[in-house]
């Protein structure tokens, strides 16, 4: 199985404070992660797929890089309503594996 | 608009089966697999396994197999995720997801809101 492997598990930042998000795929996968965000009681929702393409709907403070094994989420001007956990996840191979998760915390 | 819809919360015993369904809308549904996630309450996210709704054998993660059924009513467009044997470490939210296998990266790209079983004596 692919392993990913995200940092940090958790941060505090405040409103406008920009945050990144690493991920590192236990094997080469391309460009085959997708990043999430998951509000408290919600399912999580899709933010970025192909390691950098937003998708639709997405505020483009939102970004994202990397490929073969290293990925980064990053977000730009932190907004109240972007504090929630953030997932990797691998689309190169079943199962399809995510990360542990980094909590974004209000300092 | 797409839409996957889930039945309601459960609450088993030990021992029991529970089997949680997943109606979807929106989309033709033979064209896109179907992928169970699983949430332990304050943990992450575990991928539990895939069903194609155009007729091949479900996929299981090894954690699963022998304990997990997938199946799929096309009449309907809904697909079922059926747990037996269960303890107290399957209270969970469990979701449905479709990948998108057309785009680039085939993310999750819709997500039902999640149906909690609780497994209690």
């Known amino acids: 199985d692919i392993q990913m492997t995200q940092s940090p598990s958790s941060l505090s930042a405040s409103v406008g404070d920009t945050v990144a998000i690493t991920c590192r795929a236990s094997?080469?996968?391309?460009?085959?992660v997708n990043w999430y965000q998951q509000k408290s009681g919600k399912a999580p929702q899709l933010l970025i797929y192909?390691?950098?393409s937003l998708e639709s709907g997405v505020p483009s403070r939102f970004s994202g890089s990397g490929s073969e094994t290293d990925f980064t989420l990053t977000i730009s001007n932190l907004q109240p309503e972007d504090f929630a956990i953030y997932y990797c996840?691998?689309?190169?191979?079943?199962?399809?594996?995510f990360g542990q998760g980094t909590r974004v915390e209000i300092k | 608009q797409v839409q996957l819809l889930q039945s309601g919360p459960e609450v088993k015993k030990p021992g029991a089966s529970v089997k949680v369904s997943c109606k979807t809308s929106g989309y033709p549904f033979v064209n896109y697999f179907i992928h169970w996630i699983q949430q332990a309450p304050g943990q992450g996210l575990e991928w539990m396994g895939v069903i194609n709704p155009s007729g091949a054998s479900p996929t299981y993660a090894q954690k699963f197999r022998g304990r997990l059924t997938m199946t799929k009513d096309t009449s309907t467009s809904t697909v079922y995720m059926e747990l037996s044997g269960l303890t107290s470490e399957d209270t969970a939210m469990y979701f449905c997801v479709r990948l998108d296998y057309f785009r680039s990266g085939e993310p999750f790209d819709y997500w039902g809101q999640g149906t909690l079983v609780t497994v209690s004596s």
């Open positions: 094997q080469t996968i391309s460009n085959y």
């Open positions: 996840q691998q689309s190169y191979a079943t199962p399809r594996t």
């Open positions: 192909a390691a950098s």
